[in-house]
């Protein structure tokens, strides 16, 4: 069961659909949430730093830090609005620790959800990539245009045969458990082969339909495009709520340099996706 999650809670109002989309899962399975906001210290290189006046410097922190403070605020007062239990914790660090810091706190949580990087900037997701890889829980990650909560109307479940996306539908099944329906969507390619019954879904729809999940094979022949567009398109096409999905199936590296579809999944989102590794 989901009955503890943890949530980063960002300065930008713009930004507090995460949180939103927190307090729906934490309403959905009676979880307690918990709430971490960051107050940054700048992080110049060393050459930099005496050329900063020291009271810039304060500036910028303090600033950070009401803007954290507002951030749980906000929190807060969501959180006692939907009478939840809920905590809040405030974090001071340099940017650049915030993410492994993040993950640390995550081991203790059942599940942690944060929002998509805006795909138009420049700076990485260091956030997300922490979190899946040194957690060692699952992550959610909600799409920054996002206004619903959970919704388990349909919820597409991709498997490959592969270990990452087994590991991610065993830590769905929580949601899968509540889930309307769900489509185990196996993406048919020339990377992807699907010779064997497993592969082809069968002994893992038979083993959700033990957990009484209400679960079809949905098999899709992708020759002309990546796997990442037939998903989407899938998605779009079957009114998907959630898609749930193994983290970088290849060693990272990898997927960076040639692409992936867990980053191309990353940027181009249109519903809340379930990720582990």
Not at 243 to 269: D, P
Request: net charge negative.
């Amino acid at each position: 069961m989901i009955k503890d999650i943890i949530v980063n809670l960002e300065h930008d109002v713009s930004r507090d659909r995460a949180r939103d989309f927190a307090v729906t899962v934490a309403e959905a399975f009676d979880a307690h949430v918990a709430g971490v906001a960051f107050a940054y210290t700048p992080d110049f290189p060393g050459y930099v730093t005496p050329e900063i006046p020291p009271n810039v410097v304060a500036a910028m922190v303090e600033e950070s830090k009401e803007a954290a403070e507002a951030a749980i605020r906000r929190f807060d007062e969501t959180a006692k609005r939907n009478l939840l239990s809920a905590e809040h914790r405030l974090v001071r660090t340099i940017g650049i620790k915030a993410p492994t810091l993040f993950a640390a706190l995550a081991r203790r949580f059942d599940l942690s959800i944060v929002l998509q990087l805006n795909p138009d900037a420049v700076a990485k997701d260091d956030m997300f990539d922490s979190l899946l890889f040194e957690s060692g829980r699952p992550v959610i990650v909600v799409p920054y245009i996002h206004k619903d909560g959970l919704k388990l109307d349909r919820v597409v479940c991709c498997w490959d045969g592969g270990r990452a996306a087994a590991r991610a539908i065993n830590d769905a099944l929580p949601l899968l458990a509540k889930a309307a329906k769900v489509d185990l969507l196996i993406i048919e390619n020339d990377k992807i082969k699907n010779e064997t019954t497993e592969i082809r879904g069968v002994e893992m729809a038979s083993h959700l339909a033990r957990h009484e999940v209400k679960v079809e094979i949905e098999i899709v022949p992708a020759p002309d495009i990546d796997v990442a567009d037939a998903i989407l398109s899938h998605v779009a096409d079957e009114s998907g709520t959630l898609i749930v999905m193994g983290g970088y199936g290849h060693a990272k590296l990898r997927e960076i340099i040639l692409g992936g579809v867990t980053r191309a999944m990353l940027n181009s989102m249109t519903v809340p996706v379930f990720l582990s590794h």
